[in-house]
Structures are given as structure tokens and as C-alpha cells.
């Protein structure tokens, strides 16, 4: 980073974070907050004035890196981050909570009070080439643990510039992030939020997500789970896509949600739709693993190695809906992972189209009816039966009067037998007397 090249500076400014009470020289083009009026550990004061004014002053210079000492700062106010500005906590992140934020400085911390929830969000992330880094986020007058549903805010951060968030920490947000624009990078962060943790709509190009943990950060090693948790366990989801041209997920875990990853139809754009690909994902204790309305229909969406367990037993593992903007019905591809504890249905496939391999706890399943999957039931003669299910199958034809049977419109010259079917693939069985047919998954 630019400031260690002052090594006096860095001296000096060591001490001084440590001390978390004496201002911090800055180098060209970084600026600290301490300089702007900003008080340390102190309730009484409102930061939002002293921050704001850093970040306008690193604006009005094209850019610059405000830095945030690690002190814990209160908020009656919103603030708006503008164009080539990184707010920048020091320390490596994200900060890692272990007793109530507000009543022990454990980072920089910057908590916003009840008077902000009537802002858009408490920081908007406006301009291009803007970061936010290495923060520590909390709410003092959100409710605790034993609350039975917490209060609304605004989003943390609204993104509304193309922008970098990395190593922060969010402990009780009721949402988090809302991404409403295209290269934006969340990286390596510790996620909170009671209602959504992540949400993206309207992103134009890409928006990647990577080395994310979506969990519980509010109950400060008290016996889990909590009141809150209850609420959080039928409310909650980890990432909420709408309309993003390219979602990128990657090494995340998301622990007690409701719902961990649901792609739906856009509020605010017609036709809104996502498509995309995610690997190593763990979804943990949850309702539902990944629901999908609605996707990109040429493409889909992609996971590889999608581990999801319910909260003992939950509801579906993948669930397909329909209610799509045609032709946007879902399509989505899973390559390896695992399930785990109780589904009543574990794959559901209203509408569109999945394919799985390769799941431990789920394939094989073999013969059906299986895992909550019915055996399709045989058509009259001649009609074909189009597979929806989540995987190839083998279909055992034996006995009846049979005459032909008929793979994707074409002949076998076969009256019985093994027949593999691959999912949307077509069997047709000609008969003067209905056979017997068996259904396996692989």
C-alpha cells in the first residue's frame, strides 16, 4: 500500500491506531477521518459529518484513500461514497466479532443508529472505481438475540457504481449489500443480514461473489440458536438475484437461511433474468438450497460441487418454479456435491429443466418412486413420454404385447429391455397390451 512507503509515518501511525485516540498522518492522496473531526469510542458524537467531509475531500482531488482507525464510530446520518474513493479500515479483514461491537472496539467500526433507516441505504456506493474495505458494520439499536424479528433498515451498502467490498464484516444488518450495477466484486467477507445477506438486480456485465461466509454473527458466543435465529430460519436468505447479465459465485457458505440461493423474476425489469455459474458452495441448515423462478433459458445456470443440508428436515433441495417471464423458464446444471439430513421432496421441478450428477445422498437413487420423485406412468400407445426429471434414467420395459420402442423419435427394434433417457429426451412405447415399466435415476 502507498502509505508504507513514510515509514516514520507508519511508525507514528501505529501507535496511534493501537491507542485509537490520536490523529494519523496521511500520505499523498490518503486522508484519515481523525482529521476531519471524527472522535474515537465516543456515543456522543455524530460521525457522519466528519466522514462525509473526508470522503468529499478525496473526491474533489480524484481519488484518494480514506482511512478509518480502529476505533468504533457512531452515525446519525447516511453517507454517499463518490468517484475513484476507497473508505479503508486498517488491519487485515474482515474483523472477526467476538463480544458485543459497540460495547468493545474490535475494528474499525462504524454503527449506524435507528436515525438512519430512513435513508436509501447508510452507505451508497455511488461513483466508479470505488472500494470499501476491511470495516466493521454494526447496528446498536437493532434488536438482540432475544428479539423475535428484528427492526427494518435500509441496505448497508447500495451499490450503485462499479466498485470493489472486500474483508468486511457485517454483523447484524437486516440487509446487507444490494448490488443494483455490473463489475462489482464482493470478496472475502463475513455477512450478517437477518432478511438478505446479498441481493443483485439491474446489473448490466458481470458481478462475482467469492469467499463469503453467511452466517450468525449477532449471538456473541451465547447457547445457539436464539429467538432471533427462529426468525431468521423462516425469513432469511443468503443471495437474492434478479437481473445481472453474469453472476459468478465462488467458495461460499451460507448457514441458516430459509432459502440460500434464489434466482427471480426482476421487480424493476421486465423479463429480468440471471445466468451464471458457482462452485463450492455449502448450504447449511436451510428450508430451501436453491429455489430458481426464473433464468437465462439459452444458457441456465452452472454449479459444481453445490453441498446443501437442511435444518433436519427441510423442505427442497433444488426447487424449480414456475411463474417465469417466457421464455425465461428456469434451467440450471449441477455437476457433484452432496445432500444432506431430510428433504420431503428433494428436487422439484415445476417448470424448465435440471440436470444433476453425481450428488452423494441423492444419485444414485435408483429405482422409483424415490427421494419424493414419482415413477412416470405409462402413456397409451404411441403418445411419448418427454423425461422431466432431474437426471438420466434407465427405463425397464418387460412384458405386455409390445411392438416398438421408440428413443427421441427413432426406432430401436426393440420390444423390451434397458432404455437410457436423458432429461427432456423422449421414449415412445408402441402396444397392444400395456407392459410393465420401471424407472431408475443414476
Not at 513514510?6 to 492522496?29: E, F, Y
Not at 461466509?213 to 437474492?240: A, N
Not at 430459509?258 to 423479463?271: D, E, M
Not at 423462478?293 to 426447487?319: C, K, P, R
Amino acid at each position: 500500500m502507498r502509505w508504507m512507503k513514510h515509514a516514520a509515518t507508519v511508525a507514528v501511525a501505529s501507535l496511534a491506531v493501537l491507542a485509537g485516540t490520536t490523529a494519523v498522518s496521511a500520505g499523498v492522496g490518503e486522508y484519515n477521518v481523525l482529521d476531519f473531526g471524527a472522535v474515537c469510542d465516543d456515543p456522543s458524537q455524530d460521525s457522519t459529518p466528519s466522514f462525509q467531509a473526508a470522503i468529499n475531500t478525496a473526491a474533489a482531488a480524484d481519488g484518494g484513500m480514506v482511512w478509518v482507525p480502529r476505533c468504533r464510530f457512531w452515525f446519525d446520518g447516511n453517507l454517499v461514497i463518490h468517484h475513484g474513493v476507497e473508505l479503508v479500515g486498517r488491519g487485515v479483514g474482515p474483523p472477526d466479532p467476538f463480544w458485543y461491537p459497540s460495547a468493545f472496539t474490535q475494528g474499525p467500526t462504524l454503527m449506524p443508529r435507528a436515525t438512519t433507516a430512513s435513508g436509501l441505504a447508510f452507505i451508497t456506493v455511488a461513483g466508479t472505481n470505488t472500494a470499501v474495505q476491511n470495516l466493521l458494520f454494526f447496528y446498536p439499536d437493532q434488536v438482540g438475540p432475544l428479539g423475535l424479528q428484528p427492526d427494518f433498515y435500509p441496505p448497508t451498502l447500495l451499490i450503485t457504481g462499479p466498485s470493489k467490498i472486500s474483508g468486511c464484516t457485517f454483523v447484524n444488518s437486516y440487509t446487507a449489500i444490494h448490488v443494483k450495477v455490473g463489475r462489482v466484486y464482493l470478496e472475502r467477507l463475513h455477512v450478517g443480514g437477518f432478511k438478505h445477506d446479498i441481493i443483485v438486480d439491474n446489473a448490466a456485465d458481470v458481478v462475482r461473489i467469492s469467499e463469503v461466509i453467511m452466517s450468525i454473527f449477532w449471538d456473541y458466543g451465547l447457547p445457539w440458536p436464539q429467538p432471533i435465529d427462529h426468525w431468521v430460519l423462516q425469513h432469511g436468505t443468503g443471495i437474492t438475484s434478479y437481473k445481472v447479465d453474469s453472476l459468478s459465485i465462488h467458495d461460499i457458505l451460507i448457514h441458516y437461511r430459509n432459502t440460500g440461493i434464489a434466482f427471480l423474476n426482476s421487480p424493476t425489469v421486465y423479463g429480468g433474468v440471471t445466468y451464471g455459474k458457482a462452485s463450492d458452495i455449502d448450504i447449511d441448515g436451510v428450508n430451501y438450497g436453491v429455489i430458481a423462478d426464473a433464468l437465462y433459458h439459452n444458457v441456465g445456470f452452472q454449479f459444481t460441487n453445490l453441498n446443501v443440508g437442511s435444518e433436519i428436515s427441510g423442505t427442497h433441495m433444488i426447487w424449480l418454479r414456475e411463474g417465469a417471464v417466457p421464455p425465461h423458464t428456469p434451467r440450471i446444471v449441477v455437476n457433484g456435491g452432496s445432500t444432506r439430513n431430510e428433504w420431503q421432496k428433494p428436487l422439484r421441478v415445476d417448470a424448465g429443466t435440471l440436470v444433476v450428477h453425481d450428488v452423494i445422498g441423492l444419485n444414485p437413487i435408483g429405482h422409483l418412486p424415490a427421494a419424493g420423485i414419482r415413477a412416470p406412468t405409462l402413456p397409451a400407445s404411441g403418445v411419448p413420454y418427454v423425461s422431466r426429471l432431474p437426471a438420466n434414467a434407465r427405463v425397464t420395459i418387460s412384458g405386455g404385447s409390445v411392438l416398438d420402442v421408440q428413443i427421441g423419435g427413432h426406432s430401436t427394434g426393440l420390444t423390451s429391455g434397458m432404455f437410457p433417457l436423458a432429461p427432456a429426451e423422449s421414449i415412445t412405447v408402441f402396444y397392444s397390451s400395456p407392459p410393465s415399466w420401471d424407472w431408475f435415476l443414476n
